[in-house]
């Protein structure tokens, strides 16, 4: 679905509700957007003046002039043919978007685009249907967002490896420690997946929809599922180092739950949450239409996983075990 520009009207209700000191959640909800848009929105778009920094702030009028700007220079290449004409050969070449802007002064051509603008083409509709894209070095057929481009060692530092966890979580002994992961669907039935935790101590389950892959839902939702325990019942969980979980760090500070991560490709580091998905597996095969199941419909998966006797708890069930913790940090 295209995604639908901000309006004047829209840019001077934010600009309004912002000099009204509304959360920008707010003024989401009052513009039927979605919070990331009115972020961007008021980071992209704000204004800035580094002599009179009194004057910084956003205006919706300015807001709107800057993203016209902006759109228009996005439009160069299609707007100007000899220009796009050039550019196109040069990708044909072999040539990097960031080596045509940089030539684009010396090979006579009197407009000037950015690599970015030279990106944005490639992958925008136009582009698209010339599949222009399989001419870049990296070739992909859309581009990666940004934030995934930092190498995977910053996003998961070294501290946080599951060989610097400390003995306790190893060795089962405390409670409250958790392995987190995601189950993954066949593509034709949607971006939904669905989270699985589990308690290692207890083996206690559970498994809930998670609508798309981006990290910040997915943090955001956990930290909904584990908040209502108490602060012991929930200290730390180890994951793999899937994308879904670089947003490891607003565990810790939303809720003061750590975050540890196995070592690359090796997923049988996080044993108790592999043993738990191919449990949920007989319920949830991969063909499994997750949009048409409900909220009762997963917690009756939970409760079937919780509510069996597991012979390495001495026969108790999960649910029995949990509850045993629970009770012991009242």
């Known amino acids: 679905?295209?995604?639908?520009?901000?309006?004047?009207?829209?840019?001077?209700?934010?600009?309004?509700?912002?000099?009204?000191?509304v959360p920008v959640s707010e003024i989401a909800t009052e513009i039927g957007r979605h919070r990331s848009t009115v972020y961007r929105e008021i980071r992209r778009n704000a204004f800035k003046d580094d002599e009179l920094s009194y004057l910084n702030g956003y205006y919706g009028m300015v807001a709107q002039r800057t993203a016209t700007q902006r759109r228009a220079r996005r439009r160069k290449l299609i707007r100007?043919?000899?220009?796009?004409?050039?550019?196109?050969?040069?990708?044909?070449?072999?040539?990097?978007?960031?080596?045509?802007?940089?030539?684009?002064?010396?090979?006579?051509?009197?407009?000037?685009?950015?690599?970015?603008?030279?990106?944005?083409?490639?992958?925008?509709?136009?582009?698209?249907s010339d599949r222009l894209a399989r001419?870049?070095?990296?070739?992909?057929?859309?581009?990666?967002?940004?934030?995934?481009?930092?190498?995977?060692?910053?996003?998961?530092?070294?501290?946080?490896?599951?060989?610097?966890?400390?003995?306790?979580?190893?060795?089962?002994?405390?409670?409250?420690?958790?392995?987190?992961?995601?189950?993954?669907?066949?593509?034709?039935?949607?971006?939904?997946?669905?989270?699985?935790?589990?308690?290692?101590?207890?083996?206690?389950?559970?498994?809930?929809?998670?609508?798309?892959?981006?990290?910040?839902?997915?943090?955001?939702?956990?930290m909904n599922v584990l908040e209502p325990l108490p602060q012991p019942a929930r200290t730390s969980i180890t994951f793999d180092r899937g994308f879904e979980f670089r947003d490891w760090r607003k565990l810790q500070s939303g809720i003061g739950t750590e975050s540890w991560f196995c070592d690359p490709q090796a997923p049988w580091q996080k044993g108790s949450v592999e043993n738990l998905n191919k449990r949920a597996r007989r319920y949830l095969p991969r063909d499994t239409q997750l949009a048409a199941l409900s909220n009762l419909d997963m917690k009756a998966i939970c409760d079937r996983l919780n509510g069996t006797p597991r012979k390495c708890l001495g026969w108790r069930t999960p649910k029995e075990a949990f509850r045993d913790e629970i009770m012991k940090l009242r």
Do not use: C
């Open 80 to 128: 100007l043919d000899a220009l796009r004409k050039h550019v196109i050969e040069r990708l044909k070449d072999g040539w990097t978007p960031e080596q045509i802007a940089g030539r684009l002064g010396y090979d006579g051509q009197p407009s000037r685009v950015s690599h970015e603008t030279i990106y944005a083409y490639v992958y925008s509709k136009e582009g698209q």
């Open 135 to 222: 001419y870049l070095p990296g070739r992909r057929k859309k581009r990666r967002p940004r934030h995934s481009r930092r190498p995977r060692g910053q996003v998961f530092p070294p501290d946080r490896s599951i060989h610097q966890r400390p003995e306790h979580v190893k060795t089962r002994d405390a409670f409250g420690d958790w392995e987190g992961d995601l189950m993954i669907f066949e593509r034709s039935t949607g971006t939904m997946n669905v989270a699985s935790l589990v308690e290692r101590k207890t083996r206690f389950a559970v498994l809930f929809r998670n609508n798309d892959r981006s990290s910040t839902h997915f943090m955001d939702a956990l």
């Open 1 to 21: 679905m295209a995604h639908m520009e901000l309006n004047l009207r829209e840019r001077r209700t934010i600009e309004d509700m912002l000099n009204a000191k």
